[in-house]
C-alpha cells in the first residue's frame, strides 16, 4: 500500500507543488504550523531517515536547504526551523516552518489557510526556488 506521500508523487492526490527535481518534491504541508510550512520528501518510499543511503541523505539536505532558502526569501519569518519527526506518515519528510516564536515550531499550534491562500503561497516560493 503506497504512502500518501507516494500517491502525491504519483500524482493521485493533488498537492500545492512549491519544488521538484528528478529525486525530490517539495509541497506545503495541509494542516501548517504556519504560512510557508512545506515538507521535502525523497521521491523513494522509506520510512526511516536513517535508512537512506549517505549519499541521498546528503543530497535530500542539500534539496531542502535551497526550499528553505527560497522560504526566506518570500516569507515573513526570522528563521526557517528544520524538522524531521515521521510519526504520522511513514515516508521520509523534511518539515521546513517558518518561525517568528516558538509557538511556531509546536506541532500542536496550527493555522487555517484557504485553497487560494496555498496556491498563492505556493507559487511565491516556488517562483523564489526558481530564481535562486
Ligand atoms: P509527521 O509524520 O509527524 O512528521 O507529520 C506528517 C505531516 O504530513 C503533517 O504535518 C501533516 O499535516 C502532513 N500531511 C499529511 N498528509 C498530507 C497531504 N496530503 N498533503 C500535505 N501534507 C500532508
Same mark, same amino acid.
Given at each position: 500500500?503506497?504512502?500518501?506521500?507516494?500517491?502525491?508523487?504519483?500524482?493521485?492526490?493533488?498537492?500545492?507543488?512549491?519544488?521538484?527535481?528528478?529525486?525530490?518534491?517539495?509541497?506545503?504541508?495541509?494542516?501548517?504550523?504556519?504560512?510557508?510550512?512545506?515538507?521535502?520528501?525523497?521521491?523513494? *518510499?522509506?520510512?526511516?531517515?536513517?535508512?537512506?543511503?549517505? *549519499?541521498?541523505?546528503?543530497?535530500?539536505?542539500?534539496?531542502?536547504?535551497?526550499?528553505?532558502?527560497?522560504?526566506?526569501?518570500?516569507?515573513?519569518?526570522?528563521?526557517?526551523?528544520?524538522?524531521?519527526?515521521?510519526?504520522?506518515?511513514?515516508?521520509?519528510?523534511?518539515?521546513?516552518?517558518?518561525?517568528?516564536?516558538?509557538?511556531?515550531?509546536?506541532?500542536?499550534?496550527?493555522?487555517?489557510?484557504?485553497?487560494?491562500?496555498?496556491? *498563492?503561497?505556493?507559487?511565491?516560493?516556488?517562483?523564489?526556488?526558481?530564481?535562486?
Amino acid at each position: 500500500m503506497p504512502t500518501i506521500f507516494s500517491k502525491i508523487i504519483n500524482g493521485d492526490i493533488p498537492c500545492y507543488k512549491v519544488a521538484e527535481d528528478d529525486n525530490f518534491l517539495a509541497f506545503l504541508d495541509i494542516n501548517p504550523n504556519s504560512i510557508g510550512h512545506t515538507l521535502c520528501i525523497p521521491k523513494i *518510499e522509506i520510512d526511516d531517515i536513517l535508512d537512506l543511503d549517505k *549519499e541521498s541523505f546528503e543530497k535530500l539536505m542539500l534539496f531542502s536547504r535551497k526550499v528553505a532558502i527560497s522560504i526566506k526569501n518570500v516569507i515573513n519569518c526570522k528563521k526557517v526551523a528544520i524538522s524531521i519527526i515521521g510519526l504520522e506518515v511513514p515516508h521520509i519528510h523534511v518539515h521546513l516552518i517558518p518561525i517568528n516564536t516558538m509557538k511556531d515550531a509546536n506541532f500542536s499550534n496550527k493555522i487555517s489557510l484557504s485553497s487560494s491562500k496555498f496556491t *498563492e503561497i505556493a507559487t511565491l516560493i516556488s517562483n523564489s526556488f526558481y530564481c535562486v
